[in-house]
């Protein structure tokens, strides 16, 4: 089985929580959308700095990197009023990143957010509230080319572990 | 009223009830003195989980319109958590300087987190910091002045609460077999070249040879 088809259940149920639903639908909360975004910033500084440097995950492909652009949203969103702290499920999710040390098993995490971010990011760019700086690529076919690249099947078990964190965050929301 | 004293005053209240329920460590009486013409609190709190955490209120309102607090949680030797360090100083119209970091001891994951968060709430630092402080504080470090809008101490109060909390609920939680004696002394030594520190309690009258030596035992305890 491939690494598309060896995580397509979780794909699957990740994209039937009520949240992501709502974004489809175009009526997803504009707070709960920045909060999320605050967790996403937390998320993708982990693994564009912090495994992406350790174990040069990007190299060839700097573009692929996705938290400026989710800040930029995040403060375009945010309500200066509001203290965002770090929900727990993304604080389980940062400490599970902190324990990887291998570059494929950091790899799968990106396979599963940055992939994500290539291919339904378009979609979900004409859904979400603000500019949807995080889902601007420049060159998205030469990105999914050099991230295609760098995956392989034996990432599938990483790439589910991947999904269960993000379906637990997501599952934040209603 | 003051603003700068109103908010800052209840952010002290909070921080020490996060520490309700620990061990409170007697401060040694040669440091207890009452002739000042300021309040000198100092709180030591013991654990398990760190080896020293301790919050000092410098409450000099009246007296030279000044109030500081400084506050360090020190990690077990064995773990490598990042010290946990929090100073303002205030004026009565505003805050002219808050500093708050974790300062990197070992390869642990709070020091991500905290870099990260401060991205994300995109503080950008004002303050110029001195080399003595270069040489311990992490890249991304909180170091601002001249906070007088309430939007602005709120949202100091909000990231500093926060930060505790993640703290004091990891701690202790990631020992391993390093020994981080070295890293610590290293930072309680350079926290100690910070020439402002004795020169505003000896301005305040207290004894030098008696605060240098508080320096040594109770703000930055090195082990020997």
């Known amino acids: 089985m491939n690494l598309k088809e060896a995580t397509a259940e979780k794909h699957r149920e990740a994209e039937s929580l009520p949240f992501i639903k709502s974004i489809f639908e175009s009526r997803v909360d504009k707070d709960q959308y920045a909060d999320y975004l605050f967790q996403l910033g937390l998320i993708y500084y982990f693994i564009e700095e912090g495994l992406g440097e350790k174990f040069k995950l990007f190299e060839s492909m700097e573009d692929l990197k996705r938290h400026k652009g989710i800040i930029e949203d995040f403060n375009e969103l945010s309500d200066k009023n509001i203290n965002y702290i770090a929900r727990e499920s993304t604080l389980d999710y940062f400490k599970y990143l902190s324990t990887i040390n ?24 004409k859904c979400v509230p603000g500019s949807a700086k995080m889902y601007k690529f420049e060159n998205i076919r030469e990105l999914m080319t050099t991230l295609r690249a760098k995956l392989s099947d034996d990432m599938a078990d990483e790439a589910n572990i991947a999904f269960d964190y993000n379906i637990k965050m997501l599952k934040e929301y209603k | 009223m003051s603003l700068a004293w109103d908010k800052a005053l209840p952010l002290a209240d909070k921080l020490l009830k996060k520490f309700n329920g ?10 207890k003195f009452d002739n000042l013409q300021f309040k000198w609190h100092n709180y030591i709190f013991k654990s398990l989980n760190f080896r020293h955490a301790h ?13 500081v607090l400084h506050m360090t949680i020190f990690p077990k030797i064995n ?10 100083v205030s004026g009565p119209n505003k805050i002219t300087g808050a500093f ?32 003595w402080a270069l040489e311990i504080f992490s890249p991304g470090m909180v170091a601002v002045g001249n906070l007088n809008s309430e939007e602005e101490l709120d ?52 004894n030098r040879e008696v605060f240098m030596q508080y320096m040594d035992e109770v703000l930055f305890p090195e082990i020997k």
């Open chain 1, 102 to 125: 291998d570059a494929k098993q950091a790899m799968a995490h990106v396979y599963v957010r940055h992939m994500g971010d290539l291919f339904g990011g378009q979609q979900l760019a």
């Open chain 2, 22 to 31: 620990y061990v409170i460590e007697e401060l040694d009486p040669k440091y």
């Open chain 2, 55 to 67: 919050i000092q209120i410098i409450d000099a309102r009246e007296f030279k319109k000044i109030w």
């Open chain 2, 79 to 88: 773990d490598p958590s990042p010290i946990f360090g929090f100073d303002i």
């Open chain 2, 100 to 131: 708050h970091d974790f300062s990197k001891m070992g390869d642990c994951w709070l020091d991500t987190f905290f870099q990260a968060k401060k991205l994300n709430l995109g503080w950008e630092n004002s303050r110029k910091l001195p080399d």
């Open chain 2, 155 to 206: 949202r100091l109060d909000g990231i500093v609460i926060d930060n505790l909390n993640e703290y004091l609920y990891n701690v202790g939680k990631n020992d391993g077999i390093i020994d981080y004696t070295e890293k610590q002394n290293r930072y309680c030594h350079f926290q100690k070249q910070n020439p402002h520190t004795p020169a505003m309690m000896v301005n305040f009258g207290v």
